[in-house]
């Protein structure tokens, strides 16, 4: 089956699914962990006997920088220094939140002492170590509706911060002062946040086509078309991974490109399969978990329920899960940490994909009508815990070894974004619209 009729096949199966629902209206010294057996997915007779697992993590460090999402340009960052027990140690308000014009869709980054924000209404926002706002930019094109470009995210790389925004725009800004050094205009908003490594930057629109253009004024080196979409479903996007001149470009059909960072020209193409019947957005495919790549592996998530390892050089895939991810998943120590798209946070076996624990957290808002669905972010590796946000205002630490809840702080207005962590400072965007610093 071509890529084209791949496409076609999975958006009928989606369209065939919303009709019927409007029409019915892991290794030694493991020891066995307590409680009930949990089938890894909704009517799925495969069960999870949770175990606990010993694991060595790399030791902590106190990186001083948060340039893309997860971290760095192949979305892997490793184990970062942190407090175990953090208090809020101040918020700062940094414009426009969640309502039901806007919407954030991108975490925060941060480099040479500052944290930079793009707020629902795409304003950017540069914060000091305190929360004291540096600048603002307002990069709403003229006779457009600030509202409107939601979207897109930041990258910082060689002393610059570059913007990918929903009005289909890639802007330079000098990070010290908020001046705009260049802009370039595209043919369609952006999804997510852009990579950028050496002099280029790389970012994919919701037309589905990955653009590669110069660090320095904008200009395209090269394009890459997906298989010819007509818009995500997803409620956000994924960015590409970068890695030793090598780029995983991730597109709403499920598919991800390899392809040389130098030239575009593709190596290899894999796509992500799935699908449910008793979720309609499951059965689209689009990549939710953006792609990490760590060594030769590659993995990446989509909202068709499955999370896979994929060999880097050659595209064959190595296992397979049948659990989705709305996030990146976090590779350390041999071991993969995920929250699937059921609200459960993981431990995978990244030898063979099996499922060392699984966590169950609150999925609803309203559990008896299964109503108002709990959006969580993360998770991150630091102070020896895996630490998750939740929209419904939580921030909870996982025990790596066991799946075990060692810490819950509340977090005001409830989180927006996955959270990062620079200097030992944890930053969470909020969705009314404020910066949150736990040390």
Known sequence: MSDLQRYFSRKYMALMAVVAMTLVACGDNETPLPGERLSIRPGDATEVENRIAAISFPPATHNTEWTHKNGAPNHVIGHLAFNAAPALVWSADIGNG?????RISAAPIGADG????????AQISAL????AILWSLDVTPAGENPGDGSGGGLSYSGGVLYAATGFGEILAITPTTGGVIWRRGFDAPFRAAPSVVGNTIFAVTRADVAYAISTKDGKLAWLQRGAGAIGSAYNGGASPAVSNGQVILPFSTGDLVMVRANSGQPRWRSALDGGRASAAINVIGDISGD???DGNKVYAANLAGQTVQINLQNGKRN????VGAMGPVWPVAGAVFLVSDHARMMRIDARNGQVIWAQ????????????GVIRYHGPVLAGGAMWVTSHDGHLRAFAPESGEIITDIAVPGGAASAPIV?????YILSLD?????FQ
């Open 319 to 322: 296992w397979a899960l049948p």
């Open 360 to 371: 169950q957290l609150p999925q609803f808002s309203d559990p008896e009508d299964r109503e």
């Open 291 to 293: 792609p990490v790549i």
């Open 114 to 121: 500052m944290v930079f924000v793009l707020d629902g209404a």
């Open 433 to 437: 619209g404020k910066l949150h610093a």
């Open 98 to 102: 969640v309502s039901r014009g806007t």
């Open 422 to 426: 620079i200097g030992g400072v944890l």
């Open 128 to 131: 000091d170590g305190a929360g």
